[in-house]
């Protein structure tokens, strides 16, 4: 059985960090290509930042420069660092891996909440 658990969402000022991480098991993680996605009440999910199974990454133009994804395959961990948050990074995040296209699965997702 293949699980996604999320952790590390929660509430924090404007201009703080969140560290999200995301664990799976079930699947041989190195191969599968790993992202984040997110959305916000109302509005369509949206992807946030990618790692694939070779070691690139990319990110969405609205977090470049203060988002990072990560990856452990050692641990079969995601993470993404978000650092200068903005009240517009307020949503559900969510841990996506993906193979080739082929299938593809999802964490339940963690709220982030960026307020004063």
């Known amino acids: 059985q293949v699980q996604l658990v999320e952790s590390g969402g929660g509430l924090v000022q404007p201009g703080g960090s969140l560290r999200l991480s995301c664990t799976a098991s079930?699947?041989?993680?190195?191969?599968?290509?790993m992202a984040w996605y997110r959305q916000a009440p109302g509005n369509q999910r949206e992807l946030v930042a990618t790692s694939t199974s070779g070691g690139s990454t990319d990110y969405a133009d609205s977090v470049k420069g203060r988002f990072t994804i990560s990856r452990d395959n050692a641990k079969n961990t995601v993470y993404l660092q978000m650092n200068s948050l903005k009240p517009e990074d307020t949503a559900v995040y969510y841990c996506?891996?993906?193979?080739?296209?082929?299938?593809?699965?999802w964490g339940q997702g963690t709220q982030v909440t960026v307020s004063s």
């Open positions: 996506n891996a993906a193979l080739l296209g082929l299938r593809q699965y």
């Open positions: 079930g699947i041989s993680f190195s191969i599968y290509n």
